[in-house]
């Protein structure tokens, strides 16, 4: 009787060895193109980072932005929603509290209307509403009163209404807060934009009489 050896595994070793070879050469490639990758990562960054400027900070074109914003005087804005806007004008504008020479004026007028899209059909009231603010703004110089900027902006706040009368006008005061918001926001942002701009000097204009410079030859 004779015993049966088992058979040897070192034949599939062949079959095996160009499966590792490529798993090997994959993680060397992979190895080699993560740092290439973080190096091109890191270029882009360091491109794009001259690209960006603070709104608020100090800026090569007009450092002084701030103190601009800071100096800026909000007239007074009547009814209850023109108190709301002027406080969150006077807070974005200078919020640090410190007295600042006027050198621009801010007048402000809003419109204000409240809708009510949504209504129940079996007891014939609203059960939601919507307060629409739409407000325009001018900024003059002082004391010169020349005009700087002007436009428009607008905000939109829903709330519930309640059978509650007490709740409702709770929730209709905290829409036009809201609104406020948004609105002074909005503006305090349009007039960074402008402010911030770079000044550009006006040509001088030749004197009477004053022989004209001839522009130089094109070569």
């Known amino acids: 009787m004779s015993s049966s050896k088992p058979a040897l595994a070192h ?11 490529r798993v090997w050469r994959e993680q060397s490639a992979s190895a080699v193109s993560r740092p290439a ?3 091109a990562v890191g270029l882009a960054a360091l491109t794009l980072s001259g690209c960006i400027e603070p709104m608020y900070g100090p800026l090569s074109s007009n450092p002084d932005l701030a103190n601009q914003l800071a100096s800026i005087e909000v007239s007074p804005i009547p009814e209850r929603m023109g108190h709301y806007v002027r406080n969150e004008l006077i807070f974005d ?8 020479t006027p050198r621009y004026r801010l007048d402000v007028r809003l419109n204000e209307q409240v809708r009510t899209p949504i209504v129940d059909t079996v007891t014939g009231r609203a059960t939601s509403a919507s307060v629409v603010i739409k407000a325009d703004y001018r900024l003059v110089s002082i004391p010169e009163g020349a005009l700087v900027t002007e436009g428009s902006a607008a905000a939109i706040a829903s709330y519930d209404r309640f059978s509650n009368r007490l709740a409702n006008v709770r929730a209709a005061r905290d829409g036009e807060i809201r609104d406020a918001r948004v609105i002074a926001d909005s503006i305090r ?4 934009v402008v402010l911030g701009a770079p000044q550009v000097a006006a040509p001088v204009a030749p004197e009477i009489g004053a022989t004209p410079v001839a522009p130089p030859p094109v070569r």
Do not use: I, K, V
Request: aromatic share 4%; no cysteine.
């Open 11 to 21: 034949a599939a070793l062949p079959q095996d060895r160009p499966d590792a070879e």
């Open 37 to 39: 990758l973080g190096l």
């Open 93 to 100: 504008l200078n919020g640090t509290g410190a007295a600042f």
């Open 189 to 192: 942002t349009r007039l960074a």
